[in-house]
């Protein structure tokens, strides 16, 4: 039975789209074989249909726009790339240049050394010096050894050397406040040397000299310190005597000598008394 052409023409869609089933597809072909009017009601909606699917060409000046944006997205997305890396090397730079760039602390950053028995909290510290450095001087550790200043002497003359050394990020940290392990428990800029043979053994060793038994709670007899850092560092077991103890005339000062401290002599003489 052959279909009325308005069915079919209905149907066109679906037999374009493939969608229908087989006996409705082999329906609208026989029909199609058939009939003109519908095979050009056929062609005209597939030409239809193409110039809806099909894009419209861009007009050259929209075209030229399109590159001139591309262009400046590019121009803006190299500059922000530019300006994350130098950002990012500034900052890089500055944080080494912080942690490299060594800082050496003046003997007028010290307020005062003085001998003492006692500690802020009341126990017995015998046998310490007590360093107190000024309000502005960062909370920063302290580099100190003992040496003696004659080679192959049992009863050779031991001394302090002591410097400050730290670097700027250092430096920064402790103004912060950041560096909590000196600031809690060197409140404010207060530190404690001891003065006992024990504490200075192991790094005394190399030198192969040890003084009397009876000495060793007082056996340094003076603390030198060193605004240069590298004189101290400098200091080792090689440098002979001579050398050693010209490097500390020239260049360190004394801040504390046991003979002219009243303090230590008292001290030390209520300690044979008792």
């Known amino acids: 039975m052959k279909l009325p052409c308005p069915l079919i023409r209905d149907l066109l869609p679906l037999y374009h789209d493939n969608v229908c089933a087989p006996e409705t597809a082999a329906a609208v072909e026989e029909h199609l074989a058939d009939c003109a009017p519908c ?26 726009l399109q590159k001139i944006k591309r262009r400046i997205r590019r121009k803006y997305i190299a500059v922000a790339l530019c ?14 240049c912080l942690n490299v760039i060594p800082v050496d602390y003046s003997v ?55 410097s400050r050394r730290s670097t700027l990020g250092e430096m920064l940290m402790a103004k912060l406040n950041l560096n909590r392990s000196w ?50 560092n400098y ?16 260049h360190a000062v004394v801040i504390w000598e046991r003979d002219s401290d009243p303090a230590f002599s008292s001290a030390a003489k209520q300690k044979r008394k008792a």
């Open 235 to 250: 200091l080792e077991v090689e440098v002979p005597p001579k050398e050693r103890k010209r490097i500390l005339e020239e």
């Open 108 to 162: 007028k950053d010290l307020l005062d050394v003085q001998f003492t028995t006692e500690g802020l909290d009341g126990t017995s510290i015998d046998g310490s010096l007590r360093l107190t450095f000024t309000a502005d001087s960062p909370q920063v550790g302290l580099n100190y050894k003992a040496m003696p200043l004659d080679e192959g002497q049992e009863n050779t003359e031991w001394v302090l050397l002591m």
């Open 39 to 64: 095979q050009q009601f056929y062609h005209d909606m597939e030409e239809k249909e193409k110039l809806v699917l099909t894009p419209l060409p861009e007009p050259p000046q929209a075209a030229s």
């Open 83 to 96: 300006v994350l890396l130098l950002c990012g090397g500034i900052f890089t730079g500055t944080m080494v």
């Open 183 to 232: 600031a809690e428990h060197n409140k404010p800029n207060l530190y404690y040397l001891v003065l006992d043979w024990w504490f200075y053994a192991a790094n005394a060793a190399p030198y192969g000299i040890e003084p009397p038994e009876a000495e060793r709670d007082t056996f340094i007899s003076k603390v030198y310190y060193f605004e240069d850092y590298n004189l101290l």
